[in-house]
Each structure stands twice: as C-alpha cells, then as structure tokens.
C-alpha cells in the first residue's frame, strides 16, 4: 500500500516546509513551555488557581465555570515553591502536577475548558 506524500513548499532554495499544522497547533495544551511566576508583593502568596491560570495563559483554554465548591478547594490551596519556576515540560502535564494526584483532570474540547474532579468522587 502506498503511503501518502507529505505535502511541502519550497520556502527557501534548501529549504522545505511542512503544510500540516504540528501536534502543538492541533492541541495546544501539548505545547512544551517554560514558566515563572512572580508573586505580587501585597499578597501573601500565590495559590495553585493562579499557578493553573498562568500556565493556561495564552492557549486559549481557561477553567471550568461556574466553580464547584471541590474545584474552589483546589484554586484557593498554596502553590507550592517549586512550581514558581517549572518546565520545560508539556502544559497538561504541567496542570495535572499542579493539580496533584487527588485530582483528575478532564478537557472539554468544545468549550475549551480544563476542569477539576477529585479523584475519589470520579471513580463512584
């Protein structure tokens, strides 16, 4: 069977180009991105809610609305230190760390929203 030819274009004399989008134009929460978070000097420190945002920022994504009292849980809890400066790493690898493994994380493609689901609550 005959695979399909990759279309291109020329762009340049050497130079050939892909006309297909690449995965993190197909998805963009498998970009792989560097983040640093700077907390604001009148707060007491920043929570994973803004950790969860910062790292969703730019992709068009954002957080399920309205917001559960177990998701409110999970935005208002301390960011821990480490995750002030994080990555490279992939951008749903990163929420999902942030969030913890006592949270599962969904994506609703349509509305473009990352929503929260402790884990024990998923499995009933």
């Avoid at 279309?7 to 993190?24: F, G, Q």
């Avoid at 490279?88 to 690898?93: E, F, L, N, S, T």
């Avoid at 942030?98 to 402790?118: D, K, L, Y």
Wanted: glycine share 6%; with cysteine; aromatic share 6%.
């Amino acid at each position: 069977m005959l695979q399909a030819e990759p279309e291109v274009v020329h762009t340049a004399r050497y130079t050939l180009v892909s006309l297909s989008p690449y995965d993190a134009l197909r998805q963009p929460l498998h970009q792989i991105i560097h983040h640093t978070l700077l907390r604001h000097k009148k707060s007491s420190g920043l929570t994973r809610g803004d950790g969860l945002r910062a790292w969703l920022a730019g992709t068009g994504y954002g957080l399920c609305l309205p917001v559960s009292c177990d998701a409110r849980l999970l935005y208002s809890s301390p960011l821990p230190n480490i995750w002030r400066s994080a990555g490279p790493m992939r951008i749903d690898a990163a929420l999902q760390a942030i969030a913890g493994s006592a949270w599962i994380m969904t994506v609703e493609e349509v509305s473009r929203t990352v929503c929260f689901v402790p884990a024990d609550q998923r499995q009933n």
